[in-house]
């Protein structure tokens, strides 16, 4: 069998408070990289949002030569702003959508229009038909689905609305990932779904990130935490080494592909990178 699994980076806008170019440390640090794609995440729907992204897809594809997918959230959307937004990312030039309900925001009221990213994706794929729509998955369960299998009926929906590639959560045991592709795929779900994994480099940032989206932080990974509680730097190491095992046995197992969340910190990434490019690089 000749297997070449697709490799995937993400990347966010600068903070409010950082100036956008900053965004040019991140990306010139992933040089060398060679992924499929860079995905860029989106706000939660002010215009402000749509436009960095926008911004940062156009810079990734013209000045670095990478396909960008620009994330679209639509929690707080109206169809108008939907347009906008993918008026901006034709313009960008962005080789598909990462469709998206998005997070709740404290104090903010949804728009009402789009109530499931499903509803969001059969907008877009009106709009643009041939345009590629990604769409994300949970192998741990959506956080507000009953069981697993529910919301693997949820997914078959989205994609069946026209979703052409999923990228899943984060997730710190390859059996929950491994499980629910298989579930997936027994439910007829067929488009490649790429395996989210974002490395332990920050104990804060793993449990805030766990915390959103229900997945669990394993007993290593508490262990990793606990034991370098005090060592930022062997933290980072250690999370490095932990994510490249990650990768080598979901890679064994013969994923579509790896989505790894840099959080902008390019450093991780590369290390990661020349630990596992060998999985990439060749026909297996």
């Given at each position: ?83 906008e937004a993918l ?23 949804d728009a009402g ?94 449990k805030r990130m ?75």
């Amino acid at each position: 069998m000749h297997y070449r699994p697709k490799f995937s980076l993400e990347v966010f806008p600068p903070k409010r408070t950082s100036p956008i170019g900053t965004i040019y440390d991140t990306l010139d640090g992933l040089k060398g990289l060679d992924p499929d794609f860079i995905s860029v995440t989106y706000g939660t729907g002010k215009l402000k949002d749509r436009t960095a992204t926008a911004r940062i897809a156009y810079t990734i594809r013209s000045e670095y030569g990478i396909d960008a997918v620009a994330h679209l959230t639509a929690r707080y959307l109206d169809y108008d702003a939907v347009d906008e937004a993918l008026e901006m990312f034709d313009k960008a030039g962005v080789s598909g959508v990462l469709a998206l309900r998005g997070d709740a925001v404290a104090g903010q009221e949804d728009a009402g229009v789009f109530d499931h990213a499903s509803d969001l994706v059969s907008y877009i794929r009106s709009k643009r038909p041939d345009l590629p729509i990604l769409g994300a998955c949970y192998p741990e369960k959506h956080p507000e689905a009953k069981s697993l299998q529910e919301d693997i009926d949820n997914l078959k929906r989205k994609v069946d609305a026209g979703v052409t590639h999923l990228i899943s959560q984060l997730f710190y045991d390859n059996q929950d990932f491994l499980r629910f592709r298989d579930l997936a795929r027994a439910s007829g779900i067929d488009v490649p779904i790429e395996a989210g994994v974002m490395p332990v480099a920050n104990a804060s940032q793993v449990k805030r990130m766990t915390t959103m989206c229900s997945s669990r932080i394993t007993a290593p990974v508490y262990a990793m935490m606990d034991h370098w509680s005090d060592n930022a730097d062997c933290l980072q190491d250690a999370g490095t080494i932990f994510a490249s095992q990650q990768i080598n046995d979901l890679v064994a197992e013969g994923v579509d592909g790896i989505h790894l969340y840099t959080m902008n910190r390019p450093g991780v990434a590369r290390r990661i990178w020349s630990n596992v490019k060998p999985l990439f690089t060749k026909i297996i």
